[in-house]
């Protein structure tokens, strides 16, 4: 990804993620949810399962894993935005809801990860 701002770097790793999410059949809902609250990254239709992704991107790991980065209190963030945004979608109120992270890592060449129900309200950690 270069050196570039954190927004510009931002905006390219989430889309390398949507990109990946739709090669993968996987159906836009919304990008960029703000609310309030937080904001969600993207919202996609796995079948019927109703997906809010968070993306997270490193050039290197030497730290932390990049799943690992999203903690218990961005996962309390996430969860209460998603109730915002069905409440104000009632289109998806029947919906199974998923929480999933999209890890991207590296410099030029991207390794991505999709971990699928990364976290869960109940018991919210990675």
């Known amino acids: 990804m ?28 919304a990008r960029n949810f703000h609310c309030r609250g937080g904001e969600i990254d993207l919202i996609m239709l796995d079948r019927q399962c109703l997906t809010f992704v968070e993306v997270r991107y490193r050039a290197s790991s030497t730290f932390a894993e990049v799943s690992h980065t999203v903690d218990h209190r961005k996962q309390q963030k996430i969860i209460r935005t998603a109730a915002m945004f069905v409440s104000r979608n009632r289109t998806y109120s029947n919906h199974t809801i998923r929480f999933d992270v999209i890890a991207l890592e590296g410099i030029g060449d991207i390794e991505i990860e999709w971990i699928k129900d990364a976290f869960r309200p109940n018991n919210s950690t990675l």
């Open 2 to 29: 270069g050196l570039r701002t954190t927004g510009v770097v931002g905006r390219e790793a989430e889309q390398l993620a949507f990109d990946y999410l739709i090669e993968r059949g996987v159906r836009p809902v």
